[in-house]
């Protein structure tokens, strides 16, 4: 099962939002946005912008524990 971005973001707990308006913001100036797949054990592939792979893997790793599954995969998705 596929999911976008626009899915993920609005299936987000409010208690998930509130915690990221704590977190420093990133500064978007330097690097532009890239988009990764990440792939979870339940099957799931899902879709996330980050500055960069190392970026990417923490919020997929993030992703997976609050999913309680085991992040599989995380690479650059292809360029159009």
Known sequence: ?????AW?????SQS?????DVKQQPDLSQ?????????LSSGEELYILAAD?????????????DTNTQLIDVRQSNGW
Not at 16 to 20: G, L, S, Y
Not at 31 to 39: F, K, M, Q
């Open 53 to 65: 792979l190392k970026d990417a893997a923490y919020d997929a790793l993030e992703l997976s524990k």
């Open 8 to 12: 993920m973001l609005l299936n987000q």
């Open 1 to 5: 099962m596929t999911h976008t971005l």
């Open 31 to 39: 690097s532009p946005l890239r988009e990764y797949c990440v792939t």
């Open 16 to 20: 998930h939002v509130q915690q990221d």
